[in-house]
């Protein structure tokens, strides 16, 4: 496979991601009167924080790739997606159709953690990192086309149709993906060792270093997946703007795929612990502004201040994500296969709880998410700041 060819399947199989959220966002409003839910009803926010919730499956997948190859692991993640989400299509009842989703969520953290291992397995250095960012820019402008095509489809079709197309869409690069050849050979490969694995984990908890950067991820993650799960909620029930909710989705996801291509340019030249220290002062400023607004003119904030602050607080989410995980996974060495694995589960499946919990709140109002968010920066910036070691300059 030619590396144009492998690029671009990479960045389709983790599409597959972004693309299993935020094509369904539209149709939420269809799946209530499907299920006899009132309009005010949070409860389709589950839908998307089961996909999240799933993701805790990084866990085995990855401690089973690095035994078995990439691929074993990612021809049972194809199948996981595509059954979990054809379940959900056609689930009986709300309840079903979150374990769907959560198989759905399985099947998504094999592809996307097979798809960056290949990666790293084939290119190092320079050449890994221009490879990866050139796939995580595709992907991050997923959320920006995903909701139109929700609504295009919606039109000619039903809601089913809508959840029916990831699966399908993966069952094409399903297919595709059996052009790859095997990228972890078998001398590379660890012997499975659960004991071992067991202490390696261990380890990675004890470490102070990467404890502080995985939580600054996770407490983000959970202003991330609560706007994202009840962003239809938002919009087409609170603010009564629903024929807006696809434009202003796309424009905070365009916003966010911006700031986290500005971001490489700013760890350059600042270096990673900079960069995030300025980037959440700027997010606890938004964030309060935000607050106080709320406060002095009602809840909820004038419509165009509040979909202003959350492009501005979920692509600051975006571009200092990379930057905490980067310091994460800095003192891990060896252990930097498992430790990513445990960085990935925990901030997937605890932001995604937590953020879920803010989701209930919001029936007729939108301050939980507003505190949520000016909670988020002061825990954020303590975090950083609680870092003490010696900064490092960036090399211009």
Known sequence: MKPAEFITLSACTMMLTALGIDIMLPVFGEIRHQFGLNAESTATAQIVVFFFMGQIAQLVFGALSDSFGRLAILRIGFPLYITGGIAATYAPSLHIMFAARFVAGMGASAVFMTAIAGVRDRFVGDKMASILSLIFTIFLFTPVFAPFLGLAILAVSSWRMVFLTPPLFAVIVFIWSLRLEESLPPEKRSQLNWKAIGQSIKAILSNRVFLRY??????LFMGLSSWVSSSEHILGKIYGRPELFSWIFAGVGLAAALSALT?????????????????????????????????????????????????????????????????????????????????????????????????????????????????????????????????VQAIE
């Open 214 to 219: 995985t939580a600054v991820t996770t407490v």
């Open 263 to 391: 971001n490489s340019r700013l760890s350059a030249k600042f270096g990673a612990r900079r960069t995030i220290r300025g980037l959440l002062v700027v997010y606890s400023i938004v964030g309060t502004l935000l607050l106080l607004s709320t406060f002095i003119f009602g809840d909820p904030p004038q419509m165009f201040l509040f979909s202003i602050a959350i492009a501005l607080l979920i692509g600051i989410n975006l571009a200092v994500e990379p930057n905490s995980s980067a310091l994460a996974m800095e003192p891990m060495g060896d252990m930097a296969g498992m430790a990513s694995a445990v960085y990935g589960t925990t901030f997937f499946f605890i932001g995604a709880s937590s953020g879920s919990v803010i989701s209930s709140l919001m029936k007729h109002s939108v301050l939980p998410l507003v505190i949520g968010f000016f909670l988020i920066g002061v825990i954020t910036i303590g975090l950083v700041l609680g870092d003490r070691r010696p900064v």
